[in-house]
């Protein structure tokens, strides 16, 4: 109970501090946002439960309806999940996920620290063509196994979905606030970055946070026995060789998909996808799953997503949003450095408590407004940097899918991902906003 109560109290503390600055209802709005962000973090209740209290607190204090709220529970975009959990769970239950770390250990030193590099470099990379979500769900039973060492399992998690954030940003394809901003500028008839272009300006960002990050996750744990991850690399059971060519297809499927997309302009639903591949896995001779098995889906991760999309429903529906953007004016006075590293902080901050994706299409037009009035390579940078800053947000499940899939895995506590995802946080703004400032400009 004395957590509850502190939760209380610092909604409260948020409503009261809320109430100079903005209207009755976006100082309720602000107050229980505080209050279930305390929740999630203290784990004063099961994250499940806590996930479902914006179906009883924004009709009760007149914030969205009912319906208005439940709809966000059966989002499409959460089947895409649903079909990734059921793959990771046959990859575990084949245990080809031991495959797969011995195949991954053998190119990288076979220590704790090697591993962290290993899984944040493989995740990085495929994320930066594939989606991370994806990607996240195909490595996660592989950062599973490669210790027995709960605080080691963490780490590679940790390093495992943080790799995906970072390395999303890569290509203008990686990840979805790319393509709303790739979007937008095209609506607005602004130039368009090149898949080049876009990979230069974004390299010096990735390749330095692949460096910092691994390195903070390692520390503290670098002489940690990893001596039960080092074994050779074991041969294929005809179940496992099956399961691995279905994963073949997937993978050159989302690729194809992919490229289908960016250069046709029409491609297959991801989701409808995912969710396919996932239902195959229950076919007779060719599946590995039974019903059975789906009791070890993380459903309480499937009501974190709908809580996530609740939030950014009530700040954009409550004109929250708009009210915050005036609340920002002063950005456009300030020199271009401050503003680089005032909207990193936002939007880094902000997209902690709701889907980036949201978040992205919520602050591309609030900063659009200022980007306006500056000259037009400067005001695209603006807006990269709030791009790129909606997937950097390290410290709570649902601020990125990446870390809420890594939650589901019922290893890692909120308060270990606040913690390290905190300092995280403060890196990426710092990397973003010197690499925006020194090193943009003259690639644009």
Do not use: C
Request: a neutral charge.
């Amino acid at each position: 109970m004395k957590k509850i109560a502190i939760a209380i109290g610092i909604g409260l503390l948020f409503f009261i501090a809320a109430q100079p600055f903005f209207v009755m209802s976006h100082a309720v709005t602000i107050a229980i946002i505080a209050f279930l962000v305390t929740l999630w973090t203290n784990e004063g209740l099961p994250l499940g439960v806590v996930s479902m209290l914006p179906i009883l607190l924004f009709p009760i204090f007149g914030i969205l309806s009912t319906p208005e709220v439940t709809a966000n529970y059966s989002k499409s975009i959460i089947f895409l999940f649903l079909g990734g959990f059921m793959l990771a769970i046959a990859i575990e239950k084949t245990q080809l996920h031991k495959y797969f770390s011995a195949k991954l250990l053998s190119f990288f030193p076979k220590t704790a620290t090697g591993i962290i590099y290993a899984l944040a470099v493989t995740s990085a990379l495929l994320s930066s063509i594939l989606s991370n979500t994806t990607i996240t769900l195909m490595l996660m039973p592989v950062a599973l196994f490669l210790s027995e060492n709960v605080r080691l399992k963490v780490r590679f998690l940790l390093a495992t979905a943080y790799g995906a954030s970072i390395g999303g940003i890569l290509t203008p394809i990686g990840t979805p606030p790319n393509l709303i901003l790739m979007g937008f500028l095209e609506d607005h008839h602004l130039p368009l970055m090149t898949f080049g272009g876009w990979m230069v300006m974004m390299l010096p960002v990735v390749g330095l946070m692949l460096l910092v990050m691994p390195y903070l996750l390692s520390r503290g744990v670098s002489g940690e026995s990893v001596a039960d991850v080092t074994q050779e690399v074991p041969t294929l059971t005809s179940e496992q060789r099956r399961l691995y060519g279905i994963i073949g297809i997937l993978a050159a499927v989302l690729v194809s998909n992919t490229f289908l997309k960016q250069f046709a302009g029409f491609a297959l639903d991801e989701k409808l996808i995912l969710l396919g591949f996932g239902l195959l896995m229950f076919l007779p001779k060719i599946g590995f799953l039974s019903w059975e098995d789906t009791r070890n889906i993380p459903y309480e991760i499937i009501f974190l997503f709908g809580a996530g999309f609740s939030i950014a429903a009530a700040v954009s529906h409550t004109g929250l949003a708009s009210d915050i953007a005036s609340k920002l004016s002063f950005v456009s006075h300030l020199p271009l450095l401050g503003m680089f590293l005032v909207v990193a902080l936002f939007v880094t901050f902000s997209t902690e408590v709701t889907s980036n994706t949201a978040l992205t299409s919520i602050a591309i037009p609030i900063f659009y407004e200022f980007a306006q009035k500056m000259p037009q390579d400067q005001g695209t940078m603006l807006l990269m940097v709030a791009t790129v800053a909606a997937s950097y947000a390290f410290m709570l499940p649902i601020a990125t899918p990446p870390n809420a899939i890594v939650m589901s895995s019922r290893i890692i506590r909120i308060r270990e991902m606040a913690t390290v995802g905190l300092k995280l946080n403060f890196i990426g703004v710092a990397v973003l906003t010197l690499t925006a400032y020194f090193l943009w400009g003259f690639m644009i």
